[in-house]
């Protein structure tokens, strides 16, 4: 189970994550799902600064991603593909964020 997890809510008006943002420390995981929007629909999340993940994305129904290394305050952006293509996603920079927690 993931230290971590995004519920993305998708409408209309673009996606929200909850929580936002999401306070993390490295060793920590984080994993995204889709809880609003088409049934069909998938998501995948393609992370800004990469060198703090163990991946650069995160495709719906991939494992968690791990923090390797302390992020600055960074973002992901978000994408909502139904049958392989994308049919909605939030601003390039900006579908939700990520911070150093300072607990």
């Given amino acids: 189970m993931a230290d971590h997890t995004v ?3 998708y409408t209309s008006d673009g996606f929200t994550p909850t929580p936002n943002p999401i306070k993390v420390t490295p060793g920590q995981t984080i994993t995204f ?3 609003t929007g088409p049934a069909s629909g998938k ?3 393609t992370f800004l ?3 703090f993940f163990s991946a650069a994305q995160f495709h719906d129904g ?3 991603i791990h923090v390797i290394a ?3 305050p960074t973002t992901y952006h978000c994408e909502l593909l139904v049958d392989g293509q994308v049919v909605a996603q939030s ?3 900006a579908g939700g ?3 150093p927690d300072s607990a």
């Fill in 7 to 9: 519920q993305l809510n």
């Fill in 33 to 35: 799902r889709l809880r």
């Fill in 43 to 45: 998501i995948r999340i």
């Fill in 49 to 51: 600064d990469p060198q």
């Fill in 62 to 64: 991939d494992g968690d």
């Fill in 70 to 72: 302390k992020p600055t």
């Fill in 91 to 93: 601003s390039p920079h």
């Fill in 97 to 99: 964020d990520i911070v």
